[in-house]
Every structure is written in structure tokens, then in C-alpha cells.
């Protein structure tokens, strides 16, 4: 998974490279796609991934049920990070703000 890449765009990705050894008559079993699948997924996922091995059989979890899983996973994320961001964001904006009233107040005095 590459960094910042959303889940859908991961999983299409992997879904053409399947699609190519498909092709190639090389097929791989559901745990074996699974296990991939989580393994190529970024440091922030690990705890998830790790979550999954451990709570589903992989050999019997399909794709779809992979994808809604990891899914409901990126939108709590999402959330995370906005809550982590949005008081330094704020703080920045009153700044930027601030600099820009000076600037201003500077400028009426030339």
C-alpha cells in the first residue's frame, strides 16, 4: 500500500495484478490473497491488520468482507487524524490572522 493511498484504490490495484496472473494461470487461494493483501498494507494499519489475521479465518473471509473491514477501518482514520490536526490548524489560522492584521496596521503607517 503506498502511503496515503485509499483502501478502494489499493484494492483495484491488486485486483488487476490478480487479474494479470490469472491470465498467467498462476492462482493463489483466498488466505494467500488475504495474507498479501494485509501484509503490503502501510505501519498505520499493522495493529488492524493484525486484528484481522487473528479474528477471521482468512481462508474463508472473501474480498468483499476484506474490503468493508478495512473500510469502516480508514474512515476511523480519517476521523483520527482530522481530531489530531484540527487544533494545530486552528492555531495556525489565528496566527496567519494575527500576521496578517500587523501587516496591515504596518503598511497604514508608511
Known sequence: MKEGERIDDMFGRMQILLNGLKALK???S???????????MS???KPKTMT???AHDLRKLTWD???????????????EVRKKLQPRL??????????RKETKALKKKR
Open 30 to 40: 483466498k488466505a494467500q490473497i488475504n495474507l498479501k493483501l494485509l501484509d503490503s
Open 43 to 45: 505501519k498505520i494499519w
Open 26 to 28: 498462476q492462482s493463489f
Open 52 to 54: 484481522i489475521t487473528r
Open 65 to 79: 468482507g476484506l474490503i468493508e473491514i478495512l473500510r469502516v477501518h480508514e474512515v476511523h482514520l480519517q476521523e
Open 90 to 99: 486552528t492555531e495556525l489560522f489565528k496566527f496567519v490572522s494575527t500576521k
